[in-house]
């Protein structure tokens, strides 16, 4: 199963804080570009977040500052920490991978999750 599985998304208050987990079985992840990316209701998919081999990180500009990513490679993980939530961070949150994608290409990644529904009220 290459797939990635995410979790932890919900329900928070603007300000607020939630963590989304990635897991993704791959048998070189330490090989694999690591990317977040989020689409909201009547909205394309966009950028949000990844980080490379290297752990090297990259954010899009409107997270820049709020979100953390990180990867573990010994138990294949890609974590999100999404700190002072903003309403406009609502959205379903996808995580993907691939071993040569431009980091903030979509279409360039070859696995992505089901994705994780994060609702951020005011």
């Known amino acids: 199963q290459v797939q990635p599985v995410e979790s932890g998304g919900g329900l928070v208050q603007a300000g607020g804080s939630l963590t989304l987990s990635c897991a993704a079985s791959l048998r070189t992840f330490s090989d694999y570009i690591m990317g977040w990316f989020r689409q909201a209701p009547g909205k394309e998919r966009e950028f949000v977040a990844a980080?490379?081999?290297?752990?090297?990180?990259y954010y899009a500009d409107s997270v820049k500052g709020r979100f953390t990513i990180s990867r573990d490679n010994a138990k294949k993980m890609v974590t999100l920490q999404m700190n002072s939530l903003k309403p406009e961070d609502t959205a379903v949150y996808y995580c993907a991978a691939d071993r040569y994608a431009g980091y903030a290409i979509a279409s360039q990644y070859d696995y992505w999750g089901q994705g994780t529904q994060v609702t951020v009220s005011s």
């Open positions: 980080i490379n081999w290297s752990s090297k990180t």
